[in-house]
């Protein structure tokens, strides 16, 4: 067990890196996969900034969690950050996103977190 929770959260981890540097450097495509596409070219471009930078600081805090902290502290991080996907299955809901992404991607995500937490609270 300890192998699988130390996977999914690296797993898991590795993605927030990637979806912080889709937001950076691909915002358009990135903004239109969140479900809620946006013009990165308007107003919406600082959002979309933000977005990158907040992703790629979860998968960065996430990792260093896990090698210099140990599986504890990332738990507790895992079940904070499950309210992030948690949040956004509403942003995509309430801005005219489709159900589909909004429980097949964001929810969906929130539970794979929430699983990661609880894996790693029983190593």
């Not at 993605?15 to 990135?30: E, V």
């Not at 260093?64 to 904070?80: D, I, N, S, Y």
């Amino acid at each position: 067990m300890t192998v699988a929770a130390y996977t999914l959260a690296v797993v898991l981890n590795l993605f927030c890196l990637f979806l912080g540097y889709r937001f950076l450097f691909q915002p358009g495509p990135a903004a239109t996969g969140y479900g809620v596409p946006a013009d990165p070219g308007g107003h919406a471009g600082a959002y979309l900034t933000i977005k990158g930078v907040r992703d790629g600081t979860f998968g960065v805090v996430g990792l260093a969690l896990l090698t210099f902290a140990g599986a504890g502290p990332e738990a507790w991080f895992m079940l904070c950050v499950a309210l992030v996907p948690l949040g956004d299955t509403l942003v995509v809901l309430r801005h005219g996103g489709t159900k589909a992404v909004a429980f097949g991607i964001h929810f969906a995500t929130a539970v794979v977190v929430l699983i990661s937490a609880g894996l790693l609270f029983a190593v």
